[in-house]
């Protein structure tokens, strides 16, 4: 596939979750009792970035966790050849906190429904607060992220990639064709 349009560079990408942990922080009145959850695999990644930015801005370090979503997808079967189960790693209760489940893109609203499923089976949050770097449309799902780097409005057809230097070697955001 070959990329049709850059969203966000790094510099946009950077701004997004500074933009995000501030209001994280705004909208909490502070992080006592929060914790993020990023959703396997770039979720992780931009959940660790809003911590560290959370770190930064309170001086606070805020617990992160792993969630690996695949054995509570509704597509499971279609795709048991092929499914790679990563490892949930939390390892913090989530008990009464305020989780902000973190994941790279908004799309049918699945992939948050399986996460919820899988956070509520390791016990009873405050409150779950998504946050996303790109809400693309399309929902099929009754869902929708508290916190939003990049609202993008696309076809079905247009496939959004957050790329990432952990995983890519880069750091954009971009519609493939």
Do not use: W
Request: glycine share 6%; charged share 25%; net charge neutral.
């Amino acid at each position: 596939m070959n990329i049709k349009t850059q969203l966000m560079d790094e510099r946009a990408m950077q701004r997004a979750l500074v933009r995000i942990s501030h209001e994280i922080i705004e909208r909490n009145k502070g992080v006592c009792d929060v914790v993020i959850v990023g959703i396997c695999r770039r979720g992780v990644t931009l959940a660790e970035r809003i911590a560290a930015h959370i770190k930064r801005i309170e001086g606070v370090k805020v617990p992160v966790g792993i969630l690996d979503i695949t054995l509570y997808r509704d597509d499971l079967s279609s795709i048991e050849d092929q499914a790679q189960v990563n490892s949930t790693l939390i390892d913090f209760s989530v008990l009464n906190k305020t989780v902000i489940l973190v994941d790279d893109v908004l799309y049918t609203g699945r992939t948050v429904r399986s996460a919820l499923d899988a956070l509520i089976d390791l016990g009873r949050p405050k409150s779950i607060q998504l946050a996303v770097l790109v809400d693309r449309g399309h929902r099929e799902l009754p869902i929708r992220a508290d916190y939003v780097g990049k609202n993008v409005p696309t076809s079905r057809q247009e496939i959004i990639a957050v790329q990432v230097s952990e995983f890519d070697n880069c750091e954009q955001v971009v519609i493939l064709q």
